[in-house]
């Protein structure tokens, strides 16, 4: 017994000492400057460094539309499902795993091509405009239509497990034969049992979108992880104690939502 | 009356059936519609422009035979060899890492490595990657600390990313096995000790050949993983270490030849088709598992 | 220990085996699982263990089979101490409850997976392995997959997998507690046929108080780690030793009564205490429902409560004038007029019957 602990515990402490080693030290380079000794300047600049709030906005703006167009896509089709219609449960899981065949480089490879159709072969048609809109780089849509495509497996798991959880059918005729309506049915009997799913979902899509860098920066706009990579150059510390914190705050924002919603195990692919 | 009845009762069951089957189209048909053209219309560009000569505008397979040549060669095959090694490594290191998970009798600790793991193995990129450059890069904390530049050290090459992907890599091989491990039945072990076999006997002849899919589809889901990265590679050795993904990269951005930039969709296409294989090889292990792990 | 030779010979175990408990106690925690057990099991005999969840029986089981250490006592087999024994090196072939087979060898290899732990050659363990399986009704199954075979199967395959080794001991830990009740009882007739053939000592863990009734040579009750009684079924159910057996092997009434000199007052009647009479004072009458006679009687001052119909017999439950309870088992024709509500009158048969002290 005490060697099958002593063992368990070797592996424990060499798997602490690499993955907190690094937290560690980025810690450590980040107030301790050569040349300037203890200083915690790299944190107090964050906030005055030009581009870090309208970086960060944008994140966020984009987070909180790519959410809300997922879900708005994915509830509905995901209860119809449970509720009638089976032939399509194989359709939409099929659809829904497609993102993971094409990784994010290959997929913003595809979406550049798209976007050079517009000048080149429709600059005469009104979907010019609809072209150029979607560029917008105050509020870049193309980008919410990616993140939607690239979140859709996420989701989907984080829903299919939710229903899994519920038998929807069963709530709906009893909601009905309470005297609700379907709508009534829908969101006072089936959304709130499917609220940790919400959540789950939700906060995978927000942790895809604020750490989304390749599509980001290959189409050429400035979201907060793009923002990290470009002041990077210039300040060292900073963009090491941006990224400190952003992880650490993932990781709250997951504890959290592990205490709430029971466990929520999550992997990109499995 | 007997036979009228069940055509009484049939009638609006199946109205209600044909409405719900109705319902669910409706439902759908919006999900689908997008991704027909959010997801289907780059994904046919990849595939028309890896077929398209640009200057000429004709079909022909020119690009994707110049994709597996030179420098792409090169960087196809490097992108293969970094994640085949990360993803072996990670697999061998989280499997003893995943069952002390499991045995621990700790629940705290258990729960908070199986979360870090999720943020860790999901939310890594650029953080990641800066977090090494602060570590292990050329003027990082443990570089400098240790005198590692003089002891042939380098964040900035092979080796140097194998040790940031296993990062990220560790972390979701554990979360992949786990399930695995925590499905392997007390009656195996003892159903085998039962019949003579010990403790290294069991390990050989039940628990790994039981675990060998899901070691198998981890480490084809890790490759896939790895494969596909490029927010880390990018932000750590901009090019110095010939990578597929930067080669797409640079590429889109213009850093190539005229007339080339369809070279990019036909790598893009490449990887396609390597994700594609990843995932064919993944889910019927996957499926196998669950089999006999359920 | 077996050698190579005599795997491939006839079934019959060579010589059968005595078990010992001796005094076994096991604490987990604050929970006492074995609290000074003592049970001999003699040579080819059937004992099934039985008892409520928490009374030890597995626990038991499982330190005969070296899965778990008493804290004290000892387990002995043929009067050797096994009790520091390694679980791969007990002689001792065990049945779980379900789900033990491994998933990915097929029948055969299932069978011959402790033959192949010792280095049996293929060809011999297979043929082994292909007997085993006749032997349990499975000949034709053995390219299976456990995930291919009902539960039943299953379960006949890891009997075949657990007798392999020729082991000097049976051990069965709810092997039928999973199955659907039609398997459960071919199963069971199946697992005795077996026993008897091949002759081994067997311990049949169950809280299924038919199934050991049933099965068992003798069946040990257990409760609070302890042994109450073991004894043959009928001896069991008729000469229950303790109040705690009487109630939980078979169905009980108790009827109050008053104990003087070893003979107690009850329903009017005087009748002989059976074994050791309570000392003087209120006792409780312990009755079996089909020793209890009821008759239709309109100046009885007990009322039926509910009846119920079991086929040949129908089971008519009888408030006394005092409150208390009795079941009573009537022919069926005898019992049309005893509706819920009708007055009568019970009594009992002119035999010693049990008490115990009054429970409240």
């Not at chain 1, 994915?74 to 659809?95: F, N, Q, Y």
């Not at chain 1, 150029?132 to 193309?142: E, G, K, L, M, T």
């Not at chain 1, 992880?225 to 990224?243: D, F, H, R, T, Y």
Request: glycine fraction near 8%; proline fraction near 5%; include cysteine.
């Amino acid at each position: 017994m005490a060697r099958l602990n002593l063992w368990r515990w070797g592996v424990f402490g060499l798997a602490g000492l690499y993955f907190l080693v690094p937290l560690a030290a980025s810690v450590v380079f980040t107030v301790d400057v050569p040349g300037q000794g203890l200083t915690v300047d790299a944190y107090t600049q964050i906030v005055g460094t030009g581009g870090f709030g309208s970086s960060l906005l944008l994140s966020l703006e984009l987070a909180l539309a790519t959410i809300a167009v997922v879900l708005l896509l994915m509830v509905p089709a995901m209860v119809a499902l449970r509720l009638g219609a089976p032939k399509l449960r194989p359709v939409v899981e099929v659809v829904c795993s497609l993102p993971l065949v094409v990784p994010p480089i290959a997929f913003v490879a595809g979406i550049v091509t798209v976007l050079k159709w517009g000048p080149e072969h429709l600059s005469r048609t009104p979907l010019f405009q609809t072209f150029v809109a979607i560029q917008n780089p105050d509020f870049p849509v193309v980008l919410v239509l990616a993140y939607v495509v690239m979140a859709l497996p996420f989701v989907y798991r984080a829903l299919d497990a939710g229903l899994r959880a519920i038998d929807v059918p069963t709530l709906v005729e009893a909601a009905r034969s309470c005297g609700a309506s379907w709508p009534q049915a829908l969101v006072q009997a089936v959304l709130p049992n499917l609220r940790g799913a919400l959540l789950n979902a939700s906060f995978l899509t927000l942790a895809l979108v604020l750490g989304e860098f390749t599509v980001a920066q290959l189409l050429g706009f400035r979201p907060f992880a793009v923002w990290i990579v470009n002041v990077s150059g210039s300040q060292a510390q900073l963009s090491v104690a941006v990224s400190v914190m952003s992880l650490l705050v993932t990781w709250l924002l997951l504890l959290v939502l592990a205490g709430f919603g029971g466990r929520s195990r999550t992997t990109s692919r499995g | 009356m007997t036979a009228t009845l069940p055509r009484v009762d049939t009638a609006p069951a199946a109205a209600v059936k044909r409405r719900r089957r109705s319902l669910g189209w409706v439902a759908v048909v919006p999900l689908l519609a997008f991704t027909a053209v959010a997801f289907g219309l780059p994904a046919w560009a990849v595939l028309d422009g890896a077929f398209t000569v640009k200057s000429t505008g004709a079909y022909s397979t020119a690009n994707l035979t110049a994709s597996w040549q030179g420098a792409y060669l090169t960087a196809l095959l490097g992108s293969v060899k970094l994640s085949a090694v990360s993803a072996a490594l990670a697999t061998l290191l989280g499997l003893p890492l995943a069952q002390a998970v499991v045995t621990s009798r700790h629940r705290a600790l258990r729960e908070a490595v199986l979360t870090a793991s999720g943020v860790l193995a999901n939310f890594g990129g650029v953080p990641l990657a800066f977090a090494f450059v602060a570590t292990l890069g050329n003027a990082g904390v443990l570089t400098r600390h240790l005198g590692l530049t003089d002891k042939g050290w380098d964040l900035y090459s092979f080796w140097g990313l194998v040790v940031v992907y296993l990062y990220f890599l560790i972390p979701l091989m554990v979360l992949t096995i786990t399930p695995a491990l925590e499905g392997l039945r007390v009656q195996w072990r003892e159903a085998a000790q039962n019949n003579g076999a010990t403790t290294a006997q069991y390990w050989l002849h039940v628990a790994l050949p039981v675990l060998l899919p899901t070691l198998l589809g981890g480490f084809v889901l890790l490759f896939g993983s790895a494969f596909a990265a490029y927010a880390t590679a990018a932000a750590i050795v901009g090019s110095s270490v010939p990578l597929i993904t930067l080669q797409i990269a640079d590429a889109l951005s213009g850093n190539v030849l005229v007339g080339q930039e369809n070279v990019a969709l036909a790598l893009s296409l490449d990887m396609v088709l390597v994700a594609g294989l990843v995932m064919a090889v993944y889910l019927p292990l996957q499926r196998r598992s669950a089999r006999w792990l359920a | 220990m077996k050698t190579k030779e005599n795997v491939a010979t006839s079934n019959t175990t060579d010589k059968a085996a005595t078990v010992e408990f001796r005094g076994l106690r096991r604490e987990f925690g604050p929970t006492v699982a074995l609290d000074g057990l003592d049970l001999t099991v003699r040579p080819g005999e059937l004992v099934a263990l039985l008892g409520p969840s928490g009374c030890g029986k597995t626990t038991a089981l499982r330190m005969l089979a070296g899965f778990e250490r008493p804290d004290s006592g000892e387990v002995l087999v043929d009067g050797e101490d096994v009790t520091r024994v390694p679980a791969h090196r007990r002689d001792a072939g065990m049945v779980f409850q379900s789900y033990s087979l491994f998933p990915h060898l097929d029948t055969v290899d299932n069978v011959a997976f402790g033959l192949r732990m010792r280095g049996v050659r293929t060809g011999e363990r297979r043929a082994r392995a292909a007997e085993l399986l006749e032997l349990v009704g499975l000949a034709d199954k053995g390219g299976r997959y456990p995930h291919q075979l009902s539960g039943g199967q299953q379960q006949r395959v890891a009997l075949a997998r657990a007798l392999a080794l020729r082991p000097r001991v049976l051990l069965l830990d709810e092997p039928l507690s999973a199955l659907d009740a039609k398997v459960r009882l071919t199963l069971r007739e199946e697992i005795r046929r077996l026993q008897q053939e091949l002759g081994i000592t067997t311990l049949f863990v169950t809280h299924d108080q038919e199934e050991a009734l049933s099965m068992a040579d003798r069946v040990a009750v257990m409760h609070a780690g302890k042994l109450e009684q073991c004894a043959a079924p009928a001896e069991l159910y008729g000469r229950p030793a303790t109040a705690f057996v009487a109630e939980f092997v078979g169905t009980m009434s108790r009827i109050p009564g008053r104990v003087s000199d070893g003979v107690v007052d009850v329903l009017g009647q005087r009748l002989p205490v059976d074994g050791a009479a309570p000392q003087a004072g209120e006792v409780d009458v312990l009755v079996r429902p089909e020793a209890v006679r009821v008759a239709a009687d309109a100046d009885g001052k007990a009322r039926v409560l509910a009846t119920s119909f079991l086929g040949a017999a129908v089971r008519i439950t009888v408030r006394l004038a005092d409150g208390s309870e009795v079941k009573a088992d009537l022919p069926a024709h005898e019992a049309a007029d005893l509706v819920a509500g009708a007055p009568v009158s019970v009594s009992l048969p002119e035999r010693p019957v049990l008490a115990a002290e009054r429970t409240v």
